[in-house]
């Protein structure tokens, strides 16, 4: 996994800026129910998107929560007295704290089965009853769009996908919550080129491949073969799924 306190000084500018944040913001408050007052963001990250929550709703007072220490600064410059440092799995509130909670682009990142269900049940403990969850869901198969460049990786090693949406759907009724709607935002600027792919490929985005291995170096080669090196294709399109706490 990448060292998301390194990553956090070039993060936003890597994945699409102001735009992506924008579109994800505006999908994600459309599932939240206009009555919420209190929000909680887990794996807030640079506080991006978590401020756009706020400023989309201005009644809406929202809390950003992250694990990596360089993550939560940005956050907190952003949002300042807003963000805590906190493990998804075991977040400092209270039960019931919260009208809304959501983790967006999150649950991709957890290691094991164990650890995703452990995220679902704390966001699911702190909901209030009648309270909504929202969270990305497959968001690998997302960054597949049909390219030239997904052919070149066609052949690469895969980590089970943890946010897959049956697999969501499956933890999230065991912890009580119920579906409640669903939608889709593209991610903007975040088409993949071949020169980009090729960079990401070495130095460790694809959690599956060690940099430098031989597989990785073979798509690399067929990744540097491919027309119009710095030319993006598709953007992806995401996936979010609500769900109501009875």
Partial sequence: MLDYDREAEEYDASRGGEPRAAAAADAVL????????????????????????????????VTGADLAHGMARHAAARMPGAVVLADSRRLPFRDGSFDAVTSVWLLHLVDSAEDVRAVLAECARVLRPGGVYVTTVDKA???DVGSDIDA????????????????????AAAYGLVPSGQARFPGVGQGRSPRRTAA???????????????IGERLVAGLEALPDQDRPRPDPVFTLRAFRKP
């Fill in 141 to 143: 198969a997302a960054h």
């Fill in 200 to 214: 990401d490929l070495r130095r460790g985005w694809f959690t599956a491949l060690t940099p430098g291995a031989p």
């Fill in 30 to 61: 459309a599932l939240i129910p206009e009555s919420a007052g209190r929000l909680l963001d887990v794996a807030c990250g640079t506080g991006i998107v978590t401020r756009r929550f706020a400023a989309g709703r201005p009644g809406l007072k």
């Fill in 152 to 171: 070149v990786l066609a052949p690469r090693p895969r980590r089970p996908a943890r946010d897959a949406a049956e697999t969501v759907a499956a933890h």
